[in-house]
T-cell receptor
């Protein structure tokens, strides 16, 4: 099975622009989560989608948004980019979140490195 | 509230010696616990997972972790470090009542030849 893929792998934008990142989960996985990783804040949860519905959201401003399509592929969008948005954005997928006795592990993609100038 | 604390930001060991990476969690409910590893410029890979079936969990590449409810700990160990183990390690907790993973701040493991 192919792993989680993220495109693009690297991105350079300027302040004020917007950006869209894409994530293709492992085939058959319906849950997709997004994380931001920075040296200062570590790994922070952005949001999770399951069957095209946002099920949970982290503590990020409204400039960060996402969506999931019927084929489980997901996109996240950041509008009005700020310098502090420079980070590695990681996408993770899992078959479902809860399997009856524990949470399923999440499978991570390689990430998209976003640099805001 | 729930959180996870990795007690060491950096750990250095000599090749062939044991590895201990410490993790404590805070949770009001029965947690699911994970250890992930991140090599430079790579995504996160699952090392092992605690599901309540057994308190001692064996993972990949010789790693294991023991869930101790009384100590709210889930420390990661390996009997003998290998150079390829040098990476960043993350302890993760998630709960039955929530849908998100809570990551620790990470422990950077250095293996000295």
């Amino acid at each position: 099975k192919a792993g989680v893929t993220q495109t693009p792998r690297y991105l350079i934008k300027t302040r004020g622009q917007q950006v869209t990142l894409s994530c293709s989960p492992i085939s058959g996985h319906r849950s997709v989560s997004w994380y931001q990783q920075t040296p200062g804040q570590g790994l922070q949860f952005l949001f999770e989608y399951f069957s095209e519905t946002q099920r949970n959201k982290g503590n990020f401003p409204g400039r960060f948004s996402g969506r999931q399509f019927s084929n489980s592929r997901s996109e996240m969008n950041v509008s009005t980019l700020e310098l502090g948005d420079s980070a590695l954005y990681l996408c993770a997928s899992s078959p479902t979140r809860w399997r009856g006795d524990s949470y399923n592990e999440q499978f991570f993609g390689p990430g998209t490195r976003l640099t805001v100038l | 509230a729930q959180s996870v604390t990795q007690l060491d930001s950096h750990v250095s060991v000599s090749e062939g010696t044991p590895v201990l990476l410490r993790c404590n969690y805070s949770s009001s409910y029965s947690p699911s616990l994970f250890w992930y590893v991140q090599h430079p410029n790579k995504g996160l890979q699952l090392l092992l997972k605690y599901t309540s079936a057994a308190t001692l969990v064996k993972g990949v590449n010789g790693f294991e972790a023991e869930f101790k409810k009384s100590e709210t700990s889930f420390h990661l160990t390996k009997p003998s470090a290998h150079m390829s183990d040098a990476a960043e390690y993350f302890c993760v907790v998630t709960l039955r009542t929530g849908n998100q993973f809570y990551f620790g701040t990470g422990t950077s493991l250095t293996v000295i030849p």
